[in-house]
């Protein structure tokens, strides 16, 4: 059976309102709920003009598992480049744990300059990320696993750390894939792989068989099977669509490769980038719509492809109304 899962977004939202927008998806049935950990937020102001919002996740995520009881709350996702050293991730996942026991994940990623310029730190090219996030996963799991860890690695080191308080196993690790490499990498070191709304078509041809290969290396997976799959739905519901579809469109700009290869962490030039999407990609890439079947149907495009969980990001008007929309039609479709 399919997951449903709920995105907190600390840029959208305040983390006051994203408090409340996780007791409404417990309520309307949600699995999961995913927050993002970004420094800055991806643009400077809201389509009614009011600023953006970057609340810090990790000083949020204990506050949303404390107002839930059952949903299962985690990163999506965090990038250990240079903002963190992993055993500081691996130190606050692990107390996470030990407060909420299995309800707790991590989403880690390749990241953004966004994450890194703000403080400094220069972005390395994606080789390197890919680099350092492999080395922060095994260095996470160790550290759970293992007492008084020594690691002397390309990027990190270790001398005699030990976690005292947690669980001996890390919480599931889920990885972010938009290309081959990373897809290769959560086959191999993941517990899960998670992308964002990627085509079907890429992801049946792209992006599982690379999870495949990983798994083939992987001293954890047997099979693809074994690898938790995740896609991100960008979505806007309102019974007006053009409302829903003015709500979502600070968000054009993560449809533009250049954001993407930009080394520019300032959410108003990265705003700026993304003036000029249009409407009708708007509308190609993410679900806007007055119509619950969209819902329905978006799901069951990515659940035929092969994915255990779908996460709706909803920019909607009313999140209530959307959590409603999502529990009379959309949950129940795939009871």
Known sequence: ????????????????????????????????????????????????????????????????????EDVDIGTGVTAVINRYHPANVAHRLATLAELYPDRVFLGIGTGESLNEVPLGNPLPDYGERARRTAEAIRMIRRLFAEEFVDHEGQFWTLDGANLYTGPDEAPPIHVAASGPTSARMAGDLGDGLVTVYEPPERVREELFPAARDGVEKSARNDSLDDVHRTVHVHCAYDED???????????????????????????????????DVSDERLREAFVVTSDPQDLVEVTQTYVDVGFDEVVFQSSSPDQAAFCDVMAEDVLPAFE
Not at 247 to 273: C, F, N, Y
């Open 241 to 275: 669509e053009q409302a829903a579809l003015e709500e979502i469109r600070p968000w054009g700009l993560t449809l533009l490769d250049d954001v993407w290869s930009s080394d520019s962490a300032d959410p108003r030039e990265l705003q700026k980038m993304g003036e």
């Open 1 to 68: 059976m399919v997951r449903f899962g709920y995105f907190a977004s600390l840029e959208e939202f305040s983390p006051a309102a994203c408090l409340d927008q996780v007791e409404l998806a417990e309520a309307a049935g949600f699995d999961s709920v995913w927050v993002n950990d970004h420094f800055h937020p991806w643009f400077d102001h809201l389509a009614d003009g009011s600023p953006a919002h970057g609340g810090n996740c990790w000083t949020w995520l204990p506050a949303a598992l404390d107002r839930t």
